[in-house]
């Protein structure tokens, strides 16, 4: 472990002058002291204090990082070229800083892969699915393999033929990949509003086996919402987090104990929702292009081809109980980036520990289907990174 002193300073030069009986800061260290990662990896790093009266109360630090970009939280995101760099924290005030040593490979990220489905039989209790597993696969749709998943609406309809969620545990995940092939039929207009229907979902260690996915700790939403177009929706809910008697209020810097998806105020500057229902209060965070993915035409986009679905989320980080704007949430449409937010808030350091832990395939339109009309999914995956 390396302390160093700005310009090789003396230490009681470098320290600004403390007030008699004042303590001062003596030395700083970062944790891990090393790091091995492949390029493109992440790592989170911590800092811990010494005191001249003993104490280890943690002063604001400057993060400085060579080889990749680092937060103002301390994770570490690796370039593109391996070789042995460093991460440093700085206490501008006093000089004083630590450094830990990262040394990057070109070697690609291990991935596991926690769900493989091909849809080519109705046996889904087998592999894993649970709560529904009354599935409907058909063999007039595939993307690989000889059938697929089928999702029609009759009109009017609020569940389709599907009927209710199928649900599938994973490993508990602070990141996960998910990634799919969807086609919809000619005529597909979705709900015929500005919301719905909901597709996929994944919830988290917070919420129980059967949980319903609209009101809990954290729902994660991934989605496409059609109107003139398709336009691919992910984002979020809280609802069970919100502080119903503060609605409206900013408790940002108040308190962790709130939510992160709107009614207690905004961190990390993406669009929230917050309404009533049935008296209580729910909340939205959700994110689109500005241009819809899916089209009603023949040619790139058509709505009745296979296309290429990736989604991958990573929860923010916790520094000092405090929840950090640097959770991850991209959306990939047949390979193509459409949705890169880098900043986005999933927990507060009031559920530090909460992780993804369950997916689920809900398809749903609140307001009844406009039309008759179908989905087909085919090659899920889902895991711990993009490939």
Known sequence: MVRALVAACLVMACTEAAAPGEATLESLSVSPTSAALQVGSTAQFSVSATWSDGGSTVPSVTWEATGGT???GGLYTAGAVAGTFRVVARHDASGLADTAAVVLSTAPPAITVHVQEGFEDNNAGARGWYDNTAWTTTTAEAHTGSRSLAWSWAAGQILPSFG??????IPNSSQVYVSYWVKYSSNWVGSGVDYHPHEFYLLTNTAGQFTGPSFTRLTTYIEQV????????????DGQNIDQARVGQNLTAVTEDRATAGCNGNTDGIPTDCYSSGGTYNNGKFLRPAQPAFTATAGPGYKNAWHHVEVLMRMNTIVGGVGQTDGLLRYWFDGNLLIDRQNFLFRTGARATMEWNQFLMGPYIGVGSPVAQTAWIDDLVIASGRP
Do not use: C, D, E, N
């Open 226 to 237: 059609y109107q003139a177009g398709g336009f691919p929706q992910v984002g979020t809910t």
């Open 164 to 169: 209710q969620a199928s649900r599938h545990a």
């Open 70 to 72: 680092i937060t103002s």
